[in-house]
């Protein structure tokens, strides 16, 4: 029997995985669209009623409403880590099974994070941006060495973990908080556990690697953008809504920090906001896009369009991982199963 499975947020980066390997088992409809509230009208009833799997990314949001929909939904796998864009108590009240994709980023996103830090320390990003405004000053760029700082890694995952291996590397000395330290961070890379007060009040550089809860929204706010160093640097690859950007945005204007790199922000699609579209937005995607429109504007801000895991490495990896977890299901195995 083949498996109906539907697969949004199809990328031209993953046809290559496609075309090399066959999935004979599978019956698999591509769409290049997110799976929302919008998209969700153009499938028939043939897909209401035969799908089996739905894979997604986070560009993707499952509702309540969107699985009700199809009648012999099994299976939906988030090529992701992070899975708060699928509704968790529909998935368990409908006995739906949920698959995500674990340490895709530890290599990609940590390699991102010392790109970002090197654009912003070495002032590379500014001296770029001076020089096709023909406003090029080579004294204008001093850096810093990165020995020289102290970094502190908010959250010691997979990600968080390889990012002070390598600030290690650097030579830089390495604060961390965690709810769950790990004594091999500590005995072989150096790294100082601390609370996340300490932490902030230390760092020349505060980089955040959490994955995003209900309880931790807004975790940095003005309370902690104040305990930071004057002149420190803050960046955040981990997702939009642990930051508050109106906050961010207000430190950012007093000259607070020296450089932010944000990879992920809370309402993505700032582009997309219209005269024609804002009633659909929320008040506060609106208000969020106004001030990461703002920060852009700011001299050695970097924004980056959630790319900090987007190698091909990552992406062969996370398909892999996926129809493996799908495979080990169909044989009442549990391999990266959330739910």
């Known amino acids: 029997m083949t498996c109906r499975m539907l697969f949004f947020d199809f990328r031209d980066s993953e046809k290559n995985f496609f075309q090399q390997h066959e999935f004979c088992n599978y019956d698999i409809k591509f769409f290049s669209e997110s799976l929302n509230e919008e998209t969700i009208s153009k499938l028939s009833e043939e897909d209401f009623e035969k799908t089996m799997i739905i894979s997604v990314f986070i560009s993707s949001t499952i509702d309540d409403n969107i699985i009700s929909k199809f009648k012999n939904?099994?299976?939906?796998?988030?090529?992701?880590?992070?899975?708060?864009?699928?509704?968790?108590?529909?998935?368990?009240?409908?006995?739906?099974?949920?698959?995500?994709?674990?340490?895709?980023?530890?290599?990609?996103?940590?390699?991102?994070?010392?790109?970002?830090?090197?654009?912003?320390?070495?002032?590379i990003y500014s001296a770029v941006t001076a020089e096709v405004k023909d406003?090029?000053?080579?004294?204008?760029?001093?850096?810093?060495?990165?020995?020289?700082?102290?970094?502190?890694?908010?959250?010691?995952?997979?990600?968080?973990?390889?990012?002070?291996k390598l600030a290690n590397c650097f030579g830089m000395r390495v604060l961390a908080f965690d709810m769950r330290p790990k004594p091999e961070l500590q005995s072989e890379y150096n790294v100082q556990y601390m609370e996340l007060?300490?932490?902030?009040?230390?760092?020349d550089i505060?980089?955040?690697?959490?994955?995003?809860?209900?309880?931790?929204?807004?975790?940095?706010?003005?309370e902690q953008f104040d305990m930071m160093k004057d002149g420190s640097y803050f960046v955040n690859v981990s997702r939009g809504n642990l930051v508050d950007t109106n906050a961010l945005l207000k430190y950012a204007r007093e000259n607070k920090f020296k450089g932010i790199a944000l990879d992920v922000v809370a309402c993505p699609d700032v582009n997309h906001i219209t005269?024609?579209?804002?009633?659909?937005?929320?008040?506060?995607?609106?208000?969020?896009?106004?001030?990461?429109?703002?920060?852009?504007e700011i001299p050695n801000v970097i924004i980056t369009p959630h790319m900090a895991y987007n190698t091909q490495d990552s992406?062969?990896?996370?398909?892999?991982?996926?129809?493996?977890?799908?495979?080990?299901?169909?044989?009442?195995?549990?391999?990266?199963?959330?739910?």
């Open 73 to 123: 939904l099994r299976v939906i796998t988030t090529r992701s880590t992070g899975y708060d864009h699928i509704d968790i108590n529909a998935c368990i009240s409908k006995n739906i099974a949920l698959i995500n994709v674990d340490s895709y980023g530890k290599t990609s996103v940590a390699q991102f994070v010392f790109a970002l830090i090197l654009m912003l320390v070495r002032n």
């Open 135 to 164: 406003l090029f000053k080579s004294n204008n760029f001093t850096g810093r060495n990165l020995n020289t700082l102290t970094i502190g890694v908010v959250g010691t995952g997979e990600i968080g973990s390889s990012v002070c």
């Open 197 to 203: 007060t300490g932490l902030l009040k230390n760092s």
């Open 206 to 222: 505060v980089t955040v690697h959490l994955p995003y809860t209900k309880d931790n929204y807004h975790i940095f706010s003005d």
């Open 275 to 296: 005269a024609d579209n804002i009633e659909n937005d929320t008040l506060f995607c609106v208000e969020n896009s106004k001030s990461v429109k703002e920060l852009m």
């Open 315 to 339: 992406i062969d990896f996370i398909l892999e991982s996926t129809f493996e977890s799908l495979s080990d299901y169909l044989k009442g195995g549990r391999k990266n199963r959330v739910l």
